[in-house]
């Protein structure tokens, strides 16, 4: 089973399996790049025709911050029937929204199924939570703003809690099989940028890792592609919103 998926800008991602289209952290509502013939996902944005032979979709939001979260996400329920919104809890949505049948508040360390979807929710390093999905023949994980914060103004100790609070999250996920994990390459953090993708392909071992947290500094996942790519983990390199990345599991 081939399995699509699509780099819409910073965290926000796009995973089609089958007729189920999975989107996390959407954040970004206008093209980057000009695109006359590309589809709305190859522009890095959903329109009407991402949904297209799409019978189920699942939307999720790892937290609050601005660069995670557009309430432009619940428009889409004009272009698919059945769409199903998992937020973390602190999201808190605006009161007519909270009574949505469709719509799926975790706290973390949470767990719960939809149809042949299982979900679990994980902590994080910041606000809000982190996800896995699971399917029959598929997992992915996405880990919003789970990341090892090492920023240079931390103290020694605040720092050293940063890596123990990380460590400890990413640590609940041994023993798994993740087939594509999407996790936090900051360039912001400098040349510690590779910090948390590194020990999540070292204890995990993911299929497929996905840099994201990373605005429009591509070259940030050629660098880490070039240190950290093996048969053991293929490390995904992105150019430009819309990248198309193609996963079979082995």
């Given at each position: 089973?081939?399995?699509?998926?699509?780099?819409?800008?910073?965290?926000?991602t796009?995973?089609?399996?089958?007729?189920?289209l999975?989107?996390?952290d959407?954040?970004?509502?206008?093209?980057?790049?000009?695109?006359?013939l590309?589809?709305?996902?190859?522009?890095?944005?959903?329109?009407?025709?991402?949904?297209?032979?799409?019978?189920?979709?699942?939307?999720?939001?790892?937290?609050?911050?601005?660069?995670?979260?557009?309430?432009?996400?619940?428009?889409?329920?004009?272009?698919?029937?059945?769409?199903?919104?998992?937020l973390?809890?602190?999201?808190?949505?605006?009161?007519?929204?909270?009574?949505?049948?469709?719509?799926?508040?975790?706290?973390?360390?949470?767990?719960?199924?939809?149809?042949?979807?299982?979900?679990?929710?994980?902590?994080?390093?910041?606000?809000?939570?982190?996800?896995?999905?699971?399917?029959?023949?598929?997992?992915?994980?996405?880990?919003g703003d789970?990341?090892?914060?090492?920023?240079k103004k931390?103290s020694a100790?605040?720092?050293?809690?940063e890596e123990?609070?990380?460590?400890?999250?990413?640590?609940?996920?041994?023993?798994?099989?993740?087939?594509?994990?999407?996790?936090?390459?900051?360039?912001?953090?400098?040349?510690?940028?590779?910090?948390?993708?590194?020990?999540?392909?070292?204890?995990?071992?993911?299929?497929?890792?996905?840099?994201?947290?990373?605005?429009?500094?591509?070259?940030?996942?050629?660098?880490?592609?070039?240190?950290?790519?093996?048969?053991?983990?293929?490390?995904?390199?992105?150019?430009e919103?819309?990248?198309?990345?193609?996963?079979?599991?082995k």
């Amino acid at each position: 089973m081939q399995t699509e998926i699509y780099h819409l800008f910073h965290s926000g991602t796009a995973v089609r399996v089958k007729d189920k289209l999975f989107i996390f952290d959407y954040f970004k509502d206008e093209p980057q790049q000009k695109k006359a013939l590309a589809s709305s996902l190859e522009k890095g944005i959903i329109r009407e025709d991402t949904f297209k032979n799409i019978n189920e979709a699942y939307v999720f939001v790892s937290h609050s911050h601005h660069d995670h979260y557009n309430k432009v996400i619940f428009e889409w329920e004009k272009y698919c029937d059945n769409v199903n919104y998992i937020l973390a809890a602190e999201v808190e949505p605006e009161a007519e929204l909270k009574n949505k049948a469709n719509l799926y508040l975790m706290e973390k360390d949470e767990e719960f199924k939809l149809g042949d979807v299982e979900i679990s929710s994980y902590g994080s390093t910041d606000e809000g939570v982190s996800f896995l999905v699971e399917l029959e023949d598929l997992s992915i994980f996405h880990a919003g703003d789970l990341n090892w914060w090492k920023w240079k103004k931390f103290s020694a100790k605040v720092q050293k809690r940063e890596e123990r609070e990380y460590k400890r999250e990413v640590d609940k996920l041994t023993g798994k099989i993740i087939d594509i994990a999407f996790v936090p390459v900051d360039p912001r953090l400098e040349e510690h940028f590779y910090l948390a993708g590194e020990y999540f392909i070292e204890e995990i071992m993911p299929s497929l890792f996905i840099p994201i947290h990373f605005a429009d500094n591509y070259d940030i996942t050629r660098f880490f592609k070039e240190r950290f790519n093996s048969d053991r983990t293929r490390v995904a390199e992105i150019a430009e919103p819309g990248e198309k990345i193609l996963y079979t599991r082995k």
